[in-house]
């Protein structure tokens, strides 16, 4: 399994940034992709997950941090994922990863140990 993200850079408060992550070698039917963020000096944090089952229903959940302001999305097509982010704060600033999990039941795709395979990151540094 591998994910990759790309798309992060440095943004002015108040700002939008896309992340992409492009996910291959799986084979769930059901699935969460996750995306989740560590500031400087700070653990993991989760912040949005998609959760597709095959071939196209698509659910969204995001944390409170984020609600209204960022988005997850699914290119089907591409097997590929993004989390638009608008409205950008210095406490965004952080590294984020997109993440895959097969977990089942509740809220577990808010627990970062669900997440199986993670992608590398990608730098999100919000700065005047």
């Known amino acids: 399994v591998q994910l990759v993200e790309s798309g992060g850079g440095l943004v002015q408060p108040g700002g939008s940034l896309r992340l992409s992550c492009e996910a291959s070698?799986?084979?769930?039917?059901?699935?969460?992709i996750g995306w989740v963020r560590q500031a400087p000096g700070k653990g993991l944090e989760w912040i949005s997950s998609?959760?597709?089952?095959?071939?196209?229903?698509?659910?969204?959940f995001h944390s409170d941090s984020v609600k209204g302001r960022f988005a997850s999305s699914r290119d089907s097509g591409k097997n590929k994922f993004y989390l638009q982010m608008n409205n950008l704060k210095s406490e965004d600033t952080a590294l984020y990863y997109c993440?895959?999990?097969?977990?089942?039941?509740?809220?577990?795709?808010?627990?970062?140990?669900?997440?199986?395979?993670w992608g590398q990151g990608t730098q999100v540094t919000v700065s005047s």
């Open positions: 993440a895959i999990s097969d977990c089942g039941g509740g809220y577990c795709y808010e627990n970062t140990d669900n997440y199986k395979y």
């Open positions: 070698g799986f084979t769930f039917s059901r699935y969460y």
């Open positions: 998609i959760y597709v089952i095959l071939p196209s229903t698509v659910y969204t």
